[in-house]
């Protein structure tokens, strides 16, 4: 499924004295079965965008293209659209309100009118895909630990068979060990079933270490576009903007300013670890 935006703007509050613009002529190509972060400071425009790709939101200006259709034409099935795009929103065990794990993975299911048993075999899958035991199944869950039910969200998403995943800030609040089985959590949905993956984070390390490919918001518009080496090199800018790059990368090209010949565009610990290490085997 591939996603185009084309000059999209929008403005909330159009026609009153409060109008402010939240996007302003994005032009973006989201590839099927691509992994991007999606990053900016707060205002920046990321809710907004994220927002406009299941048609929650419609442009005020410009175009929403999915596999080549407007999403804001009159005939288009923007219903349909909303089980193959899933969002996940921040703090999503916000949502849960069924009295267990596997009715309120049921409840989007059950929303595109499938039988009782087609919704419960496509809970329990999800379920297993995002890897909670069976014994919980039948558990409340509001008894659930942060990250479990985190779990239990992405799940409902996942019960609806989308073809790209957004999630936003889906760590937040969570315990680095919480944190770190969310991240592998999204990343094993993408290698084994292919969808796409837009995540939006406001951790630097995180997007590096995850995604192909970072697009950068700032004031409602494309700051930068491209891998995280590329949107990295760009480091001083980005704190102009109130972000900045991965510690390492920090650490890296102090090495390199002090001379020793090191890679000064890595931006994952593990990269900057075989690049240290290659020196040390050359005796340098």
Avoid at 90 to 117: I, M
Avoid at 200 to 220: F, K, P, Q, T, W
Avoid at 248 to 256: D, G, P
Avoid at 260 to 283: C, F, H, M
Wanted: with cysteine.
């Amino acid at each position: 499924m591939s996603i185009r935006l084309e000059h999209v703007s929008y403005i909330y509050d159009a026609d009153t004295e409060m109008a402010h613009a939240a996007l302003e002529d994005v032009d973006l190509e989201i590839a099927d079965g691509s992994f991007i972060g999606l990053i900016g400071h707060t205002g920046s425009g990321k809710s907004t965008l994220i927002q406009h790709l299941n048609g929650l939101l419609t442009p005020t200006a410009g175009r929403v293209l999915v596999d080549g259709e407007d999403i804001a034409g009159k005939k288009y099935d923007r219903r349909a659209l909303r089980a193959h795009v899933g969002l996940v929103f921040q703090y999503p065990e916000h949502q849960l309100f069924e009295e267990t794990c596997l009715a309120d993975v049921c409840f989007g299911p059950k929303n595109l009118r499938l039988s009782q048993t087609e919704a419960e075999e496509r809970a329990r899958r999800a379920l297993q895909q995002v890897g909670l035991d069976e014994q919980y199944y039948k558990a409340s869950p509001f008894e659930l630990s942060g990250g479990q039910k985190r779990r239990v969200a992405i799940a409902g998403v996942l019960a609806m068979d989308p073809r790209v995943l957004i999630l936003d800030e889906p760590t937040a609040g969570l315990d680095p060990s919480g944190r770190a089985e969310i991240l592998t959590l999204i990343a094993g949905l993408h290698r084994e079933m292919g969808i796409t993956v837009i995540l939006v984070s406001h951790s630097m390390e995180d997007v590096a270490d995850y995604c192909g490919r970072l697009i950068v918001m700032n004031h409602g518009r494309v700051a930068w576009d491209g891998t995280p080496a590329e949107v990295f090199r760009h480091y001083q800018a980005l704190e102009e903007i109130g972000l900045a790059a991965p510690e390492v990368t920090y650490i890296m090209r102090e090495l390199a300013a002090a001379g020793i010949p090191v890679d000064s565009e890595a931006t994952k610990l593990d990269e900057a670890v075989n690049s240290i290490l290659k020196l040390w085997r050359k005796g340098c």
